[in-house]
């Protein structure tokens, strides 16, 4: 049974080595809270089957070698031979010890399911792959995302099971992007239901009345090599800061064909849309450099992932670790 449970486990290990290669090279669209809900049920079989079934085998083998052993000595002391080197301890120790395949499974289940707790209802890491929220959020920030804020979902299903709170304006909200939900987006929510969101010559009015906006001294960016012009804004309770650029005309370019898109109406000057109920109209900080809810259309509740609220880590620059608006 040992050979076969051995194989068992290899050809079960490959196949997650493998949908994590394909993942990686791109041959197929990976789901990381699929891959870590299978690898928590597979692990927590194993962790079953070594508690209530493996263990106990060794145990009684451990205590049979035990019985052997001293019987043995007991026949070589009515020998007459009394020095008997017979390592007890060593041997027991020998059929207690996991075998691989349930050290590599059974081992590892304390602490995939730590993580998929962790992860799925409490707080979520994320890496900022884009500038589209330049200033607030720098490419390679390393952020935690606050997964019950808006109400808990069951992982994988991304089923709400508790209501939570509201998303509000102002939130930095991470999402599944509707046209491909597999992947993850983050951007401020605008828009909130029933809202109607004009973003025209590069002004944000919500529901006919202009957000003001405060000039600041111009942002620097790095990767650009140039400045762009910088604003402060309030959406909800406390201001954050935005980006413009003067190279980029005010209209949308490029709309793709979402649900609701006879929400909104496009001009040369930019768009006007009202947002349905259930929804959310979503942008990027960098506001000419984010491809966001102008193009794509509305975020929908069932795609929430949580509230996006501290950056624990940059590794090209440790002054970005800390909370933002």
Not at 185 to 210: S, W
Not at 277 to 293: A, C, P, T
């Amino acid at each position: 049974m040992t050979n076969a449970m051995s194989s068992l486990t290899a050809l079960v290990l490959a196949a997650f080595v493998g949908y994590a290669t394909s993942w990686y090279l791109g041959y197929i669209e990976g789901n990381f809270a699929l891959l870590l809900f299978m690898a928590t049920v597979v692990t927590g079989i194993y962790w079953l089957a070594e508690r209530y079934f493996f263990l106990p085998q060794r145990v009684k083998a451990a205590e049979a070698l035990e019985a052997q052993i001293k019987q043995r000595s007991e026949n070589l002391v009515k020998q007459g031979i009394t020095q008997i080197d017979t390592h007890v301890a060593e041997a027991q120790n020998n059929v207690l010890a996991q075998p691989w395949w349930l050290d590599w499974t059974a081992g590892l289940f304390p602490v995939i399911i730590a993580v998929f707790l962790l992860r799925s209802f409490l707080f979520e890491p994320f890496k900022i792959p884009s500038g589209s929220m330049i200033p607030t959020l720098m490419v390679g920030d390393l952020i935690l995302v606050n997964k019950f804020t808006y109400g808990v979902r069951l992982p994988v299903l991304n089923l709400k099971i508790t209501d939570g709170n509201k998303p509000q304006r102002g939130d930095v909200m991470v999402f599944r992007y509707p046209p491909r939900p597999s992947q993850d987006y983050i951007k401020r929510v605008v828009g909130t239901p029933g809202d109607e969101v004009a973003y025209l010559n590069k002004r944000l009015t919500i529901n006919g009345k202009v957000v003001n906006t405060q000039s600041v001294p111009e942002f620097f960016d790095d990767d650009a090599m140039r400045y762009f012009k910088q604003f402060e804004e309030k959406l909800g309770d406390k201001p954050h800061r935005l980006l413009n650029d003067d190279d980029r005309p005010a209209f949308v370019p490029g709309v793709d064909d979402f649900p609701n898109k006879q929400n909104c109406v496009y001009s040369v000057e930019g768009v006007v849309c009202k947002v349905p109920e259930g929804h959310y109209f979503m942008m990027g900080d960098n506001r000419d450099n984010s491809l966001d809810s102008r193009y794509w259309g509305f975020v929908p509740d069932k795609n929430i992932v949580g509230k996006a609220f501290f950056v624990w880590m940059n590794f090209g620059n440790l002054k970005r670790i800390g909370a933002f608006n």
